[in-house]
């Protein structure tokens, strides 16, 4: 298994390009289930996510034309096979991103369930209601959601908890339904916003994203989808803790700035010299930072996916700050790594109180999921000495060349096989 061998201590320089976001072209590629044709989706980030959910698409009987330098051809004709598998499901919760579109497109899915993974239950009890409601008969059985539908109907439905898939999920069932449908309560992600912009483009008649409540009128077919997904926000968000914690001055292009507000605000409140461009943003440190409170809330608020890398930075300000995950329930994994590296940080239920320190030293270190792993790789960019990062197939899941990118910078860092 790879490991990511990391000597800290050199501020990153230099010009860095972010990728497609990986939230953005999962739901797109599941949303190509709702046509029959040849769609081209551009600015596919090469991350294992992506490959799992192209796999899982070749599984339901697409056809993958072409898919070189970003640029995937996806022909969904006949891709007509109702079962989502277990081995594919289980390494990639957005892989229930296939539910809805399938009991659109089929009157029947078979969709293994994800399971609990490392930041908590993460049920999808809110997808299931939205798509009973709408005339599905749904029963679990052996570890699989089972779906039988006619067409489905448009209902009025609200989310107890805002929820970034679910709203995905029923908005793309709601698209062929018969009728109207009114989403309340709804997630406003950049991903949601564009998922349905791109769905409207293809012919359907979604109205009201980017606000609390989505309106569908339902339609009997769309065209294939033809897109260009847009810069990853977390990726962005990650390199511009980087180039802070290393006290560096990187230039992050090909970026969205404001997609990563409320990151770019709490560095600026931790005193991070910070430019912004059209699609570019600069980040310079500027000596000790200070600490800074966030908080975790659904956009456009600070986002649970930078918690833990914001937390590595946090460890190293000056004073004490106060971390609330609201969001998850368990996503606090990447604490005891780093206490190991030498941080102070207590936990008392969804808080973190972090001190900060004079410098963390480097660690051998274990990648628990995703995000956490990349609060690691920050952690160690600044740290004393040398980190090993093993495990690091969870952040293979979402970052694009996260070290080649690194060592552009400057970093001392390489992966070992
Ligand atoms: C998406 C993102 C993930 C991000 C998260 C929150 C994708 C592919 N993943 O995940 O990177 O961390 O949003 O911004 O876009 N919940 C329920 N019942 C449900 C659905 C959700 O209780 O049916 C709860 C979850 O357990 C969690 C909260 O709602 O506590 C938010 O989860 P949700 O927005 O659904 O996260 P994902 O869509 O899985």
Redesign the pocket.
């Known amino acids: 298994m790879d490991k990511i061998v990391i000597e800290g201590g050199t501020p990153l320089e230099g010009t860095v390009k972010m990728s497609g976001a990986?939230?953005a072209v999962?739901?797109v590629l599941a949303a190509t289930l709702l046509t029959r044709g040849r769609n081209v989706i551009e600015g596919v980030p090469n991350v294992r996510?992506v490959t799992t959910m192209i796999k899982l698409l070749e599984d339901l009987g697409a056809r993958v034309e072409s898919y070189s330098n970003e640029k995937i051809i996806l022909d969904t004709s006949k891709a007509d096979n109702p079962e989502a598998p277990y081995d594919l499901v289980s390494t990639m919760?957005?892989s229930c991103?296939v539910l809805g579109p399938l009991l659109a497109r089929l009157g029947k899915a078979r969709v293994s369930l994800p399971g609990g993974c490392a930041?908590?239950?993460?049920?999808?009890?809110?997808?299931?209601?939205g798509l009973e409601a709408m005339g599905a008969k749904i029963s679990l059985d052996q570890g699989y959601v089972h779906g039988k539908a006619d067409r489905l109907k448009g209902i009025q439905f609200f989310f107890?908890?805002?929820?970034?898939?679910?709203t995905?999920n029923l908005m793309m069932a709601a698209v062929l339904a018969e009728g109207e449908t009114i989403l309340e309560n709804v997630?406003k992600?950049p991903?949601v916003v564009f998922l349905a912009d791109i769905l409207n483009r293809a012919g359907a008649k979604i109205s009201g994203h980017g606000t609390d409540i989505i309106t569908i009128q339902g339609t009997t077919s769309l065209n294939p989808i033809d897109c260009t997904i847009f810069p990853d926000r977390?990726e962005t968000g990650t390199f511009m803790i980087a180039a802070a914690i290393t006290q560096g001055d990187v230039t992050i292009e090909n970026c969205m700035p404001q997609h990563v507000e409320p990151v770019t605000l709490k560095l600026q409140e931790a005193q991070v010299d910070i430019e912004l461009g059209e699609n570019k943003i600069r980040v310079k440190g500027k000596g000790p930072m200070e600490s800074v409170n966030a908080r975790t809330h659904?956009?456009p608020g600070f986002?649970?996916?930078i918690q833990a890398q914001f937390m590595a930075l946090m460890t190293l300000a000056q004073g004490q700050s106060i971390i609330m995950e609201t969001?998850?329930?368990n996503r606090f994994m990447h604490v005891a790594e780093l206490k190991r590296m030498g941080a102070d940080i207590s936990l008392d239920g969804h808080t973190a109180i972090i001190n900060g320190v004079k410098g963390l030293s480097g660690a051998p270190l274990m990648a628990t999921d995703?995000?956490a792993s990349a609060s690691l790789v920050i952690a160690a960019l600044a740290a004393k000495g040398q980190s090993i990062i093993s495990r690091v197939y969870h952040i293979d899941r979402g970052y694009v060349d996260i070290e080649k990118k690194l060592l552009n910078l400057g970093a001392q860092i390489r992966r070992v096989k």
Do not use: C, M
């Not at 930041?119 to 209601?129: S, V």
């Open positions: 990986k939230n999962l739901p996510d919760r957005a991103l930041i908590g239950a993460r049920p999808i009890d809110l997808h299931i209601k107890d908890t805002v929820s970034v898939t679910g995905a997630a992600e991903e977390i659904p956009y986002p649970t996916d969001v998850f329930e995703l995000r």
